[in-house]
């Protein structure tokens, strides 16, 4: 048995959890702020057997791998907007970090 | 030295809680939602010698252990109030999802 | 890899976390209550190799020791304000509990 941590993004929670739903797995969310991520992260306790770490890192990897993202940046403030020509720009969403934890004894009642 | 992680049904916290207390032990309560029950969890912190973790699955199995319980059914919206008789309904309540982590060392500042 | 789970009060997380980011030390918070200390606690996860467990462990013990300051008293209501005198007492704050945990395998996505 282990205990999978994992921290990621907000916006990138209901699909990892949605994910690990259909793969089986049981999560619990902790609500967490900063740090090992920008802002407006959830930390993730998916508890499974030693055989299945794998296929959740996996599913983990698919849903809240970092990647690049292009977003509309926000107009200038009492900027000339007649020659204001707004351009997407590219920013670094997602990332998620995972501790994989043994686990002495596991128990539900 | 053990970390117990318990995730358990909010209803049933305090009551946990005030046992645990009861019994000397320690316990710090992280606010968590969905996953290994169902949605208004709480995910209790309990640190124990290894002798003490019987002990704290025994309060936590007496005070949290998956139950049946009565409850009054809503009434129909738009029934014929006059025909509708309400029965009671038999719900499972309560259940807890127990990890014991192993500690390599713990201190107090 | 250790994680290392420190509860600690609400009072000294802020200038704990910014001692541990200056220190190099990734952290996340857990919005927590009760239990290992008074009301009022967060629970900061911090991953770091094991050469740097010492390291951390000075920084919660520097910022976070359980000390004694001296309050104002609140004023005693409807007693006589002419002959009431405050005077500053001793109470303790601060304080952390911290458990050091194995990790089995740590992932950045
Ligand atoms: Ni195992
Ligand atoms: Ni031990
Ligand atoms: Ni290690």
Not at 3 to 17: E, G, P, W
């Amino acid at each position: 048995m282990k205990l999978i941590l994992a921290v990621v993004q907000d916006k990138d929670t209901n699909r990892l959890t949605d994910a690990l739903r259909e793969g089986n797995y049981k999560t619990t969310k902790l609500s967490s702020t900063g740090g090992f991520l920008k802002e407006g992260n959830t930390t993730l306790m998916i508890g499974c057997e030693d055989k299945d770490v794998d296929g959740a890192l996996d599913i983990i990897r698919n849903n809240c791998s970092q990647r690049e993202q292009m977003v509309a940046p926000i107009s200038p403030m009492g900027g000339n907007a007649d020659s204001y020509i707004p351009r997407p720009i590219e920013v670094e969403v997602g990332g998620a970090t995972v501790f994989v934890l043994p686990v002495e004894s596991f128990f539900q009642f």
